[in-house]
C-alpha cells in the first residue's frame, strides 16, 4: 500500500531553523499536507501544497515538493519553543475519495 | 464556534467491556473519520463515513463498530474483540466533494484498558 516516512525527531536550538522531512510513495499525490498536534490533542492543519507545486511559503514556513524524489519538507524560520509538536506529513490522491496518508510523525524539541 | 466534539476525553475500561466513544460535529460536513493513534505510528484509519446511512472499512477496522444515522454524529464502538484497544482516538471531519481534502480534528478521546 502507499506509505509516507518520516524521522521521529530533531531537536533545534530557539531561533535557528527547523527542517523537517518527509517521503511518500503514491505517484498520484494531489495534496501534501503538514500538520501539527500539541500534546494531548487532536491534529491541526498547518500548510498544504498541490502537487504541481514546488514550494509554498506563509510566513515562517517554507514547503518544498520534489515531486520527482517523493520529497516534502517542511522549514520553520526562527524556530519558539511554542514551535514545540509533533508535525505530521500527510498525502491524498484522486482515487478512492479523500483518504489521507499519514507519515508516523516528527517529535519537534525546541531548547530555549 | 464551528467544530468537533469529542467525549469523553479520557476513559477507563475493564477487559471484556464494549465502551462508545462520541463525536458531533457542527461544520455541516458531508465525510467523517475515524483514526486510531499509537506512539511512533502515526495515525491509522478505523472507518470512514462520507454520507448519512454509509460508512466504510479502513485500514484496522476489526473489533470496532460505527454507525452514522445522523450527518452531525459518528460515534464509535470499541467492543471486546478487539485486542489491544489502549489508545488515543481521534475523530475527524472533511468536505468531500470541493476543497483540499483537510481534515478538521477534535481533541481525542485516550481509552485505557485495565
Known amino acids: 500500500g502507499e506509505d509516507v516516512e518520516q524521522s521521529l525527531f530533531l531537536s533545534v536550538r530557539e531561533g535557528d531553523s527547523s527542517v523537517i522531512n518527509c517521503t511518500y510513495t503514491?505517484?498520484?499525490?494531489?495534496?501534501l499536507y503538514w500538520y501539527k498536534q500539541e500534546p494531548g490533542a487532536g491534529l491541526q492543519l498547518l500548510t498544504y501544497?498541490?502537487?504541481?507545486?514546488d514550494m509554498k511559503q506563509d510566513q515562517r514556513l517554507t514547503v518544498l515538493l520534489n515531486k520527482k524524489d517523493k520529497h516534502l519538507s517542511l522549514r520553520i524560520a526562527d524556530t519558539q519553543t511554542g514551535d514545540s509538536a509533533i508535525y505530521f506529513c500527510?498525502?491524498?490522491?484522486?482515487?478512492?475519495?479523500?483518504?489521507?496518508?499519514f507519515g508516523a510523525g516528527t517529535r519537534l524539541f525546541v531548547k530555549a | 464556534d464551528g467544530g468537533i466534539t469529542q467525549s469523553p476525553k479520557y476513559l477507563f475500561r475493564k477487559e471484556g467491556q464494549n465502551v462508545t466513544l462520541s463525536c458531533e460535529q457542527n461544520?455541516?460536513?458531508?465525510?467523517m473519520y475515524w483514526y486510531r493513534q499509537d506512539p511512533g505510528q502515526g495515525l491509522r484509519l478505523i472507518y470512514y463515513s462520507q454520507i448519512v446511512n454509509d460508512f466504510q472499512k479502513g485500514d484496522i477496522a476489526e473489533g470496532y463498530s460505527v454507525s452514522r444515522e445522523k450527518k452531525e454524529s459518528f460515534p464509535l464502538t470499541v467492543t471486546s474483540a478487539q485486542k489491544n484497544p489502549t489508545a488515543f482516538y481521534l475523530c475527524?471531519?472533511?468536505?468531500?466533494?470541493?476543497?483540499?481534502?483537510?481534515?478538521?480534528f477534535g481533541e481525542g478521546s485516550r481509552l485505557t484498558v485495565l
Open positions: 500527510a498525502e491524498t490522491s484522486n482515487t478512492g475519495g479523500f483518504k489521507t496518508i
Open positions: 501544497i498541490f502537487s504541481n507545486m
Open positions: 461544520l455541516n460536513h458531508d465525510a
Open positions: 475527524a471531519s472533511s468536505v468531500v466533494e470541493t476543497g483540499t481534502g483537510e481534515l478538521f
Open positions: 503514491d505517484s498520484s499525490s494531489t495534496y
